[in-house]
């Protein structure tokens, strides 16, 4: 099993059709740590059905290690000059990349990334896959008795809006800017709700 037998027309490397991805974009880790990640997958799979309750140790993982994002960008894509999408990571040292990988296997969404820092990503970021993400989280209430429950709540009540399509209107965003604020994860660099809502007037003025 080589590096080629993984290569797709996007230029990633996918363990599985459409599935996990370990990006290479020359700037990240060397051919060689790519290699490794892909050559050992199966083996890392077969481990993964002998965790004893793997549930709880995602979840703790979630909580410990996990970021749940509202992504904000601008973008001439949409009337309101906003893109928005909810997304879930979890990000550690090359050294763990084998529990991301077993975390892709047991959970079967995202994408694995090995970053240009040397660590490794597991990351969810289609809007369906979140929602399984989600629903699997509500489904396991251990989770609602950690600190990282809080920033779930205000996530999901984010993804539900843009499932209802409430992210396409001025209101919606407002709403969804203002509840991005409170999440756990917030970039420095992520333009504040008044910073969004002056794009978006000024994409509706010139339409």
């Known amino acids: 099993m080589g590096i080629e037998d993984f290569k797709t027309p996007s230029g990633k490397l996918s363990s599985k059709p459409g599935r996990a991805t370990a990006n290479y974009n ?12 892909i050559d050992d997958l199966s083996k890392i799979e077969q481990q993964a059905e002998k ?7 995602i979840l703790g993982l ?15 894509r ?8 909810s997304a879930a990571q979890i990000t550690l040292s090359k050294s763990d990349y084998k529990v991301l ?5 047991i959970l079967d969404i995202g994408s694995l990334s090995i970053e240009g820092n040397g660590g490794v990503t597991w990351k969810v970021q289609s809007q ?3 929602r399984v ?14 600190k ?17 399509g409430e992210h396409l209107t001025k209101d919606g965003i407002e709403q969804i800017a203002a509840l991005r604020d409170t999440i756990n994860y917030y970039s420095a660099s992520a333009r504040s709700k008044d910073q969004v809502m002056e794009i978006v007037e000024e994409s509706l003025t010139s339409k």
């Open 26 to 37: 020359g700037k990240g880790a060397i051919l060689e740590d790519v290699e490794k990640l």
């Open 51 to 57: 965790i004893d309750e793997p549930e709880q140790f």
């Open 62 to 76: 979630l909580a410990g290690e996990g970021s749940l994002m509202v992504n904000i960008h601008k973008s001439d």
């Open 78 to 85: 949409y009337n309101s000059g906003i893109d928005i999408r």
């Open 101 to 105: 990988v077993m975390i892709h296997h």
């Open 128 to 130: 369906k896959e979140c």
């Open 133 to 146: 993400l989600a629903d699997w989280i509500s489904d396991n209430t251990m989770f609602k008795h950690t």
């Open 148 to 164: 990282k429950y809080e920033s779930y709540i205000v996530w999901e009540d984010c993804l539900s809006m843009i499932e209802r």
